[in-house]
């Protein structure tokens, strides 16, 4: 039952900026990781930025610098702040969190349903 809700998306100027976000509900334990991937016509979906429980995070070469993952656990919400942003980063935004439902089970990768960034030039 748990479930990932996206939103922030947009269509914006070269040079912009959109920050998305991305809430989680549901039956949670406890989340391992949290995460941003995207996907542009064509291409294979990459790993965007990731940050895990301790804090530690980590980004794609195309976006250090430009973009910053954060997260807000008490809503289970994390985010994706995108400063600067070239038509390259065009695509298909996807949240994903590794969740640990209840004491007992492992830990399952949950996604988003998306959410379209268009960047004009």
């Known amino acids: 039952q748990v479930q990932l809700v996206e939103s922030g998306g947009g269509l914006v100027q070269a040079g912009g900026s959109l920050r998305l976000s991305c809430a989680a509900s549901?039956?949670?334990?406890?989340?391992?990781?949290m995460g941003w991937y995207r996907q542009a016509p064509g291409k294979q979906r990459e790993l965007v930025a990731a940050?895990?429980?301790?804090?530690?995070?980590n980004y794609a070469d195309s976006v250090k610098g430009r973009f910053t993952i954060s997260r807000d656990n008490a809503k289970n919400t994390v985010y994706l702040q995108m400063n600067s942003l070239k038509p390259e980063d065009t695509a298909v935004y996807y949240c994903?969190?590794?969740?640990?439902?209840?004491?007992?089970?492992?830990?399952?990768?949950?996604w988003g349903q998306g959410t379209q960034v268009t960047v004009s030039s």
């Open positions: 994903s969190f590794l969740i640990r439902a209840r004491v007992g089970i492992r830990a399952d990768e949950y």
């Open positions: 549901g039956s949670i334990f406890g989340i391992s990781a």
């Open positions: 940050i895990i429980s301790g804090g530690t995070t």
